[in-house]
C-alpha cells in the first residue's frame, strides 16, 4: 500500500487514514530548525517518529511505559529503555518523548528518531532541544483524545 500524503505546519496536525490506523501529523514553528512526528496508535500502544534537518534517519529508539511515580504514587510516570545507534546523539529525544507521552498517555510508547543538520552550531542545538520541548507539547494535546 502506498503511505498518504501529509501536509501540516504550525503545529497543526492532520489524520491520515489507510486502511487501518489513523496517522497522526506535527511539526513546529521554527522554519530553521523544524522538527516533524508522525503518530500511530498500534491498539492501546502509541508509534512516533521524531525527525529533522536534511539527513533523516533512525539514529535511537525508546520504549516507555507508564508506571506509579516513585516519589508519589497517585501521579503516573514513566521509564524508558533506550538504544542509540553508533555515533549517534537521539538518546535523550526519544527518551523525554517515550518518557512524557506514556506518563500523559498512560500507554506503551516506542519513539524513533533522527535528528541532523550539518555543521549545526550551539544555537542551532539549543533551538533543536527547544523544538523537542515543543512538539512533546504538540503530541500530548493533538494525541490526548485519541488514547485508549
Known amino acids: 500500500m502506498k503511505p498518504a500524503a501529509v501536509s501540516g505546519g504550525g503545529g497543526q496536525a492532520d489524520t491520515v487514514e489507510d ?3 489513523p496517522v497522526h501529523f506535527f511539526q513546529t514553528s521554527d522554519a530553521a530548525y523544524r522538527l516533524h512526528a508522525q503518530a500511530v496508535f498500534v491498539g492501546a500502544d502509541l508509534l512516533v517518529y521524531v ?3 536534511t539527513r533523516p534517519h ?3 529508539i525508546a520504549a516507555a511505559q507508564p508506571r506509579p511515580s516513585l516519589a508519589n504514587p497517585q501521579v503516573t ?8 545507534f553508533l555515533g549517534h546523539k537521539e538518546d ?7 518518557e512524557a507521552l506514556a506518563a500523559a498517555l498512560g500507554a506503551n510508547v516506542v519513539v524513533t528518531a533522527g535528528i541532523h543538520w550539518d555543521d549545526i552550531d550551539a544555537a542551532g542545538i ?3 532541544n527547544a523544538g523537542c520541548k515543543e512538539l512533546i507539547g504538540l503530541l500530548k494535546a493533538g494525541l490526548a483524545d485519541s488514547a485508549a
Open 19 to 21: 486502511s487501518r490506523l
Open 51 to 53: 525527525w529533522g534537518g
Open 58 to 60: 533512525i539514529g535511537a
Open 77 to 84: 510516570s514513566a521509564t524508558a529503555s533506550v538504544i542509540t
Open 92 to 98: 535523550s529525544v526519544v527518551k523525554e518523548v517515550g
Open 126 to 128: 539549543a533551538a533543536v
